[in-house]
T-cell receptor, first 118, second 113 residues
């Protein structure tokens, strides 16, 4: 398995533009997470999906952010319009419940998307 | 919600020495505590985890201890090597939400040759 695949690896855009980040989770994993990483705030959970359904989006900073998971093998995180303070590394991760027990899922992270909004 | 505090934020040790990173959590219902290692420019990867019914777990040179009463857990790395240099994140499950993890702020470990 190639692991969690994210694209693009790097994105540079201008303020006000729409940005779409993409993620392909590991086949068979039923949970998908979007994280944002910055020096100031560390790793922040933005949203997570279980069986393609958004379970908790309380971490999404504002209405400019939206996420979708149309099927088990694809998710997008969209920022519209983008702002300089959105500059960060965005990680997608997927997991499955090991041994069927909740609460001990191992997260498999993608390589991340380095977003720079000028 | 859960709050995870991690200390220190930076740690430098001589090669061969031990390193200890400590985390405290706020929610007594938390039951799973993983540690992730992130090398420069790479993705975070799980290195060890512990569940609340266990007090200590070892895997070669790394170990994690958990004190449920005090609500803190620690990562211990013995005989450190340059390749141990990375940012280490602790995490704890958010009570009532089995698949959410709250991460600590990270510790930059530098192993000096």
């Amino acid at each position: 398995d190639a692991g969690v695949i994210q694209s693009p690896r790097h994105e540079v855009t201008e303020m006000g533009q729409e940005v779409t980040l993409r993620c392909k989770p590991i086949s068979g994993h039923n949970s998908l997470f979007w994280y944002r990483q910055t020096m100031m705030r560390g790793l922040e959970l933005l949203i997570y999906f279980n069986n393609n359904v958004p379970i908790d989006d309380s971490g999404m900073p504002e209405d400019r952010f939206s996420a979708k998971m149309p099927n088990a093998s694809f998710s997008t995180l969209k920022i519209q319009p983008s702002e300089p303070r959105d500059s960060a590394v965005y990680f997608c991760a997927s997991s499955y419940p090991r041994g069927g027990a909740p609460g001990n899922e191992k997260l498999f992270f993608g390589s991340g998307t380095q977003l720079s909004v000028l | 919600g859960e709050n995870v505090e991690q200390h220190p934020s930076t740690l430098s040790v001589q090669e061969g020495d031990s390193a200890v990173i400590k985390c405290t959590y706020s929610d007594s219902a938390s039951n799973y505590f993983p540690w992730y290692k992130q090398e420069l420019g790479k993705r975070p990867q799980l290195i060890i985890d512990i569940r609340s019914n266990v007090g200590e777990k070892k895997d070669q040179r790394i170990a994690v201890t958990l004190n449920k009463t005090a609500k803190h857990f620690s990562l211990h790395i013995t005989e450190t090597q340059p390749e141990d240099s990375a940012v280490y994140f602790c995490a704890a499950t958010l009570s009532g939400s089995a698949r959410q993890l709250t991460f600590g702020s990270g510790t930059q470990l530098t192993v000096l040759p």
